[in-house]
């Protein structure tokens, strides 16, 4: 049995907007906009003011993210991230050096998932 939960929240336009700024929608949006879509309406402000409205250029912000979804290597994340981080401005290299980063206080399972993905996005 599915509940459906009655909100004043708009969870399509809350979806629209999550698509409109990261790019992709994933599950977990879904399924919080089902069930839940007041936590992901606070959930996304958050993200937004995080990224939007800090003192960071999104490039700088985009490879830190990147850095930090490397070091928990969430594929599908990192993915992203390095889409992000190149319309943010971000050289193969720049992204190259955030990895190398996130190696150096995570380890070689952390350098060995990033570069797999990099090495699909930009060679060898």
């Keep these: 049995m599915i509940l459906h939960f009655h909100t004043s929240v708009d969870k399509e336009e809350i979806l629209r907007s999550i698509k409109e700024s990261r790019g992709f929608i994933e599950d977990f949006h879904q399924v919080l906009a089902s069930r839940d879509p007041e936590f992901l309406e606070a959930w996304s402000n958050v993200w937004t ?3 939007k409205h800090g ?3 999104a490039k700088t912000a985009s490879l830190i993210r990147m850095a930090v979804v ?3 290597r969430h594929e599908k994340a990192i993915e ?3 889409d992000q981080a190149v319309v ?3 050289s ?3 992204i190259l050096d955030a990895i190398k980063i996130a190696f ?3 380890g070689v399972p952390t350098l060995v998932t990033a ?3 990099y090495r699909k996005k930009f060679g060898p």
């Design 104 to 106: 150096i206080f995570t």
């Design 49 to 51: 003011k995080a990224f």
């Design 115 to 117: 570069l797999s993905i």
């Design 55 to 57: 003192s960071l250029d």
């Design 70 to 72: 490397s070091a928990i």
């Design 92 to 94: 193969p290299q720049e």
């Design 88 to 90: 943010a401005g971000a």
């Design 80 to 82: 992203h991230s390095m």
